[in-house]
């Protein structure tokens, strides 16, 4: 972990003023590490997808700010926050499950305060059940509070309170120190929220309406990462492409993209996730005049069948995906599209699971996300009377991925015998004389020859595999 912060901007806007509570905590650190001669400790646990990630750098940059070390170990922590995700019951089981295992750890250490923060915590009755059955949780942040972490944190430790509190407001704070994880690849929230409501989906009603940041603290937070050396950038939104529709000057997401490619540097851009029915000619067109945008492109599908697209209220049909995954194929040959696909949603029948398997046959993607659906309470593909079978289920979940397998090894067989310009992600976890990094298209590389997390190496594909490619460095 590198000990490097950045601020995103100059000072938290739009949001209530942290101040009083950011010098309570400070105090609160102050005393515990004068009691034992060391800084206290805060462990960060995240579930869920890069925004939780990015969240989760955030509220780790709070806790070093207001005194905090960070630890890699629970159990030597005096503060624990975990970052929860909501999308399927099995995260939330998940977020549970070890919420219940630091039980012992407060009973080791009393004064140890524990915070669930997340998607999860924003629905009503997840935190009723933690105020009712998890006694050592000392409070909720939902996602779109983050920022409010200190005040949580100073009623707690000051009045022994506990803190849950339904907060309905959506703010863009801006200003929070952020603690990155990684010293190269660095995650930009450019928005907030989704106003989509795709039927089987929680995340409207967990981070609330659209919200997007203003294009000069997306531009100079991208330019302060830039100039700190880090060479991969992900922009992030739920859906990016109606980035900017709700600014008092609206800003498409295209020509913010096109800002963010003037700025002077090595490096490269990537963004997620896009919504079909948003994806425009023009970010196409944008992509393929850049010099830094990655030819690559996460475009969810979610299902082949026109009949299932309408009940997940996706507002496309196959035509009007194919249309604009054949445009930017034609406009950039040899990028890398990669997608989700949802299997067993309500109603789904035999013929439109085939559907969907036609179209992967049809879109040939690098690779897919699949997922079996999982009802989430409150959401109106929950009250659908034809929930599918489980074994149903798993049947077609199997089916899908031996099909989009054999695609994937197809598409990556296609690069051996390129030379791929690749970012090093150092020594790989699983075998020390190993070292991966990913292409520019994303894709994950190993190599045997020694290179540093961070460097940008040239390799030549010898073998590929559905998941992965292997291959030499030739120049560094
Ligand atoms: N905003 C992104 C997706 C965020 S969630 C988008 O619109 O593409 C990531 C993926 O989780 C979704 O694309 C979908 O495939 C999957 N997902 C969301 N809700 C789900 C549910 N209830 N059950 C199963 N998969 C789900
Ligand atoms: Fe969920 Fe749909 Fe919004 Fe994506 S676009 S976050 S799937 S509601
Ligand atoms: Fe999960 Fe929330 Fe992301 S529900 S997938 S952490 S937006």
Redesign the pocket.
């Known amino acids: 972990m590198v000990d490097k912060h950045l601020r995103s901007s100059d000072g938290p806007t739009g949001a209530v003023d942290m101040t009083p509570y950011i010098s309570v905590c400070r105090a609160h650190t102050e005393s515990l590490r004068a009691a034992r001669g060391a800084a206290p400790q805060c462990f960060v646990l995240t579930f869920g997808?890069q925004q939780n990630v990015a969240d989760s750098e955030k509220l780790a940059g709070m806790a070093v700010d207001i005194g905090y070390e960070i630890t890699d170990a629970p159990e030597q922590a005096d503060l624990i926050l975990v970052n929860t995700c909501a999308?399927?019951e099995h995260a939330e089981k998940r977020a549970l499950s070890i919420v219940g295992q630091y039980k012992h750890l407060k009973e080791k250490n009393p004064s140890l305060v524990i915070g669930v923060c997340g998607c999860m915590v924003a629905q009503e009755h997840r935190c009723e059940q933690l105020k009712r059955s998890y006694p050592y949780v000392s409070f909720v942040i939902p996602t779109s509070v983050i920022y409010r972490f200190p005040q949580y944190l100073a009623e707690t430790v000051t009045k022994g309170k506990r803190v849950f509190r339904a907060e309905e407001e959506h703010t863009v704070a801006e200003g929070l120190p952020i603690r990155r994880e990684s010293s190269y690849r660095a995650f930009v929230s450019i928005m907030y929220g989704?106003n989509?409501f795709?039927s089987?989906?929680?995340?409207p009603y967990v981070r609330g309406r659209e919200r997007s940041r203003a294009p000069e603290d997306v531009i100079r937070e991208v330019k302060t990462l830039v100039q700190a050396g880090y060479s991969d950038i992900t922009l992030l939104?739920?859906?990016v492409n109606s980035y900017g529709k709700d600014l008092e000057e609206p800003c498409s997401f295209a020509s913010l993209l096109r800002r963010l490619d003037g700025i002077e540097g090595d490096y490269i851009l990537h963004f997620?996730?896009?919504?079909p029915k948003d994806a425009t000619r023009e970010l196409i067109d944008v992509m393929a005049q850049s010099r830094h945008v990655a030819h690559s492109f996460?475009?969810?599908l979610?299902s082949g069948s026109d009949r299932i697209l309408s009940r997940m209220n996706r507002h496309y049909d196959r035509a009007k995906y194919l249309d604009i995954l054949d445009y930017m194929r034609e406009q950039i040959p040899g990028i890398a599209v990669t997608s989700?696909?949802?299997v067993g949603?309500p109603g789904e029948s035999e013929a439109d699971f085939e559907d969907t398997l036609s179209m992967l046959r049809r879109a040939r993607f690098d690779m897919i996300?699949?997922?079996?659906?999982?009802?989430?309470k409150g959401?109106p593909?929950?009250a659908m009377e034809d929930q599918i079978p489980r074994e149903v289920q798993n049947a077609r979940f199997d089916r899908l991925l031996a099909l989009q397998n054999e695609i994937s090894g197809e598409a990556n067989a296609l690069l051996v015998g390129s030379v791929q310009r690749v970012l090093s992600e150092g020594k790989s976890k699983n075998d020390a004389e190993t070292y991966t990094g990913r292409t520019a298209q994303n894709k994950i590389v190993f190599f045997k020859e020694p290179c540093p997390a961070g460097e940008w190496v040239s390799v030549h594909i010898d073998r590929a595999e559905a998941f992965a490619l292997h291959g030499t460095v030739i120049t560094k």
């Open positions: 997808c999308i399927r989704c989509n795709c089987y989906c929680i995340v939104g739920q859906n997620m996730t896009s919504h996460h475009l969810p979610q989700d696909v949802i949603f996300y699949s997922f079996i659906y999982s009802p989430r959401t593909a929950a």
